[in-house]
Structure formats: C-alpha cells, structure tokens
C-alpha cells in the first residue's frame, strides 16, 4: 500500500513575504506571513499607526512584523506613505503566484456610529477608489487625510485594486480604524486557497500594470 501524499492532502508551505526599503527619508521592513497568525510585532515611529497596523493583521489573520522609522519631524506623510507600499509588496510577495486564490472579496464594517465597505480585487492593475471625507480634526496627532497615502502605496506595492466606501461616520478615528478591519477581513477572504491551480479568470491570466 503506497504511503505517498495525494496532492490533495499535500501540506502546503506557508506564504511569506519580506521587503525592506531604505531611503533618505524612511527605513523599513516588514514580513509577513498569510497562515501563520501568531506572530505580530510592530514598530514603527507613529503609535497610531502601530495601532491600525495590529488591527489588520489581527483582523485579517495573518503574521506581522515591522521596524519602520522615517523623517516624521519633517512629515510624518513619507512614512505612512512607504509603509504602505511595503505592506503591499510583502504581500505580494508572499502570495508568489496569483493562481489558485479567491482573488476578489468586499466586507462592510460597522464600528459605533461609522459604517465603512471595502471592496478588493488582488488582479495585478493598481487602482484606489477612496471615498471617505474627514473632518478638520486630528486623529492620533496625524491629519487623518494621510491614511490615503498608505492606502494608495498598499495599491501600488500589492498591484490591487481597492473600493473603499465611508458609507456614514461618527468620527474621523472611527472611519480610518473601520477602513483598516474592513480591508484585513476581505483580505482574509481574498488570499484564501483554492484547489485549483490556475487564474481565476475567464482569460487564463491577470495583468500586471
């Protein structure tokens, strides 16, 4: 009787993905790892950020790991910006392969008074549809209109398209913290495995633009 794994019941590894990158205004790295949750670990020089950067990868089940430092006495924007671009491309990384992946998802988001949808579509052409408006007010000592910034490097770095939708809000924290649990949800969606080993897609292949 043959002992060998049917690929069906074949372990799979995990998906991880690494970037670092370096400028005169930021240094960062960041790893993440798809089927690993256990692991999170984040630093970066912005506690707010720190603080939505644990809600994705809680949120969306996946390992996290950043060091990211920057010129924030200039402007804390290239931060916020890079991370973001990092973020999109380790993850890119780690999926490796578009083939066999859910590829697209969208999940609604309710925090107190705020209401906030996501929509993804991980097909290799960027591009952000924001439609959030904020108040005057600062959240987290950052002006909250930079959290577009990261938004669209995380659109740029994964090679993704993003539909994010404020549909009501209470406050300007609510609806960047909402946004954040909203992506990491379809993104757990997004990056689930299927048994297929193709594109799916009707042409047998995605874009990378």
Same mark, same amino acid.
């Given at each position: ?30 790893? &993440?790892? #798809? %089927?690993?949750?256990? +692991? *999170? ?6 506690? =707010?950020? !720190? ?66 949808? &996501?929509? #993804? %579509?991980?097909?290799? +052409? *960027? ?6 408006? =904020?108040? !005057? ?68 292949? #995605? %874009?990378?633009?």
């Amino acid at each position: 009787m043959s002992t060998q794994q049917s690929p069906q019941n074949s372990v799979k590894p995990a998906r991880i993905g690494s970037v670092r990158r370096r400028t005169k205004e930021t240094n960062i790295f960041i790893e &993440v790892n #798809l %089927d690993d949750s256990s +692991r *999170r670990e984040i630093r970066t020089s912005l506690p =707010f950020l !720190n603080h939505m950067l644990d809600a994705l990868a809680c949120h969306g089940r996946f390992g996290l790991v950043v060091t990211a430092d920057g010129d924030i006495d200039v402007d804390p924007h290239h931060l916020i910006e890079d991370t973001g671009i990092v973020l999109g491309e380790a993850i890119y990384e780690a999926l490796g392969s578009l083939k066999g992946i859910e590829r697209a998802a969208s999940f609604t988001y309710p925090m107190d008074g705020t209401l906030v949808q &996501v929509a #993804l %579509d991980i097909c290799g +052409r *960027r591009n952000l549809v924001w439609n959030i408006s =904020f108040g !005057n007010f600062t959240v987290g000592n950052l002006d909250p209109n930079l959290f577009r910034e990261f938004f669209k490097g995380f659109v740029d770095g994964m090679k993704t398209t993003l539909h994010v939708n404020c549909l009501y809000r209470d406050n300007d924290h609510h609806a960047i913290e909402a946004t954040f649990k909203a992506l990491a949800r379809a993104l757990r969606e997004a990056v689930k495995r299927l048994d297929i080993d193709e594109y799916l897609s009707t042409k047998g292949v #995605l %874009d990378e633009k």
